[in-house]
């Protein structure tokens, strides 16, 4: 009762392809595993994150999987960078 409920997960993306080329070690499975692990053990927890977008490589297909999953698995704040 005395911590907020809030998480701030650096998902990056959600291909499996643009995690490996972002060097990110986890993958799609993983990602929507915890995220739905953790909505069901504390329903009102607030999910932030943190997305990359125009990655060299990403693909209009890639990007389009990146929208479903936002779809799929709402979170509560997003922020969304251009690569630069």
Do not use: C, W
């Amino acid at each position: 009762k005395r911590l907020l409920p809030y998480l701030d997960m650096p998902i990056q993306h959600i291909n499996d392809e643009m995690l490996k080329s972002m060097k990110r070690t986890t993958s799609a499975d993983q990602i929507k595993s915890v995220i739905t692990h953790l909505r069901n053990k504390i329903p009102d927890v607030h999910i932030r994150t943190s997305l990359i977008v125009g990655f060299p490589g990403e693909t209009e297909e890639q990007f389009s999987e990146l929208l479903a999953f936002l779809q799929e698995f709402p979170l509560n704040h997003v922020g969304i960078f251009k690569y630069s």
